[in-house]
């Protein structure tokens, strides 16, 4: 609803029919607002909004996660957006209209601080995972920490913890939800330096299955 801020013949904002006014610089500005799209999307335009939604349903579930591992990466607005851009741009598979995110592809953290150069993980009883890295590292800090992420491909029990055991612990674990069974997880570890600043590129480690009980 449009307001008429210095009554009848006074500058108006807001949306008046199909009007829409605002202030900007020291004046009041009246143009008429969008109109209905009356043609049809382009198959271009299809796909990429196709692309977009893919990427976005896929990562959406981990957004607590990716706007600490994206935090600053590539431009000031960092975090979500960032890692929506990477996502379309290297981690899509398939032709349109069969288009997915490919999990090996993905990253959930970006950035130039030191990646250790031994990583790796195993599945313990009770559905834990333990991750272990060399701690040792030439251009890293020791109070770096280790993010890890399980991400089920139901998107019901996926678990992350964006700051986990510091550089030179060299271990930690992730416990799953208990009792899932039949499930999924595709797991991914990074670093991020202790005052936020700076992450790694994250390291995809493979998936685990849990099986049917």
Known sequence: MGKANDGMF???TGKVGNLV???LNGKYILRSGPGKRRKKAKSGERENRKKFGIAQAWLKPICFFVR?????YGTSTGGYKAAISYTLLNAMAG???NQYVDPELVQVSGGD???PEVVS???EAGNVLRFHWSAASENGDDYDQAMLLAYDEKGKNIVGKETAAMRVTGTDILPLHPGVSGTTYHVYIGFVAQDRSRQ??????GKIIIPEI
Do not use: A, Q, R
């Not at 600490?68 to 600053?72: A, I």
């Open 95 to 97: 032709e349109y209209p």
């Open 121 to 123: 993980m195993e599945l």
């Open 10 to 12: 006074g500058g108006v």
């Open 68 to 72: 600490v591992g994206f935090k600053n």
């Open 200 to 205: 790694s590129k994250s390291k995809y480690l």
């Open 113 to 115: 601080l030191d990646f």
């Open 21 to 23: 006014g605002y202030y």
